[in-house]
């Protein structure tokens, strides 16, 4: 069965602080690994997609990374508006997508 | 543009009756997802919609639910006879193409009592 499980379950981080979120998955063929932010009382907000091992991403403090069992997600230097859920997705061979429950991350100023 | 629309943005009806919440995808997106996101749990999916396809009814989680895309635009999930676990944030999400990125609405938070 496919499965994503993300870890930690919460962060907190002081402004300055590099970290990095990992998402460990299983899944039948994946066709793309997805990470999204979500704030509290909206909808996930689109980060990253991923679609083969060996393959990053990045965009201002975040860095996607991909192998054939996890990916990390990395932030170098957070701020306190990079506080979030950070949510990994996987999508399988039959389309299916299946969600981790997420990082919540606080950045202390 | 316009992003991904829900309605409404919050329901509370009594157990047992009937509701509808509906989405509006972004224009031109083939792709449409409704996920159910209960308290401090990830997003479970329920079913999408690809094209004129039939949809993958996969996820849903009892024969109370269902969905219909109506001219390829409008979504529209109905939950029968509704129960207090029915309770959450039901998130619709829509994408270019089936495998591309989803783009989320604001969801809708339902409270069955």
């Known amino acids: 069965e496919d499965q994503v499980t993300q870890s930690p379950e919460a962060l907190r981080l002081q402004e300055g602080e590099s970290s990095s979120l990992n998402c460990s998955y299983t899944v039948s063929g994946l066709r793309g690994l997805f990470w999204y932010r979500q704030d509290p009382g909206k909808g996930p907000e689109f980060l990253f997609t991923l679609y083969s091992a060996g393959e990053e991403k990045e965009k201002e403090r975040l860095k996607a990374t991909l192998t054939k069992k996890e990916s990390f997600l990395h932030i170098t230097a957070p701020k306190p508006e990079d506080s979030a859920t950070y949510l990994c997705a996987v999508q399988a061979a039959n389309n299916d997508m299946r969600f981790g429950a997420g990082t919540r991350l606080t950045v202390k100023p | 543009g316009a992003g991904v629309s829900q309605s409404p943005s919050n329901k509370v009806t009594e157990k047992g009756k009937d509701v509808e919440l509906r989405c509006d995808p972004i224009s031109g997106h083939t792709a449409l997802y409704w996920y159910r996101q209960s308290l401090g749990q990830g997003l479970e999916f329920l079913i999408y919609f690809q094209g004129n396809s039939a949809p993958d009814k996969s996820g849903l989680p009892s024969d109370r639910f269902s969905a219909e895309r109506t001219g390829g635009s409008v979504s529209t999930l109905t939950i029968q006879r509704t129960q207090q676990e029915d309770s959450a944030v039901y998130l619709c999400?829509?994408?270019?193409?089936?495998?591309?990125?989803?783009?989320f609405g604001p969801g809708t938070r339902l409270t069955v009592t």
């Open positions: 999400a829509s994408s270019h193409r089936v495998i591309y990125e989803q783009y």
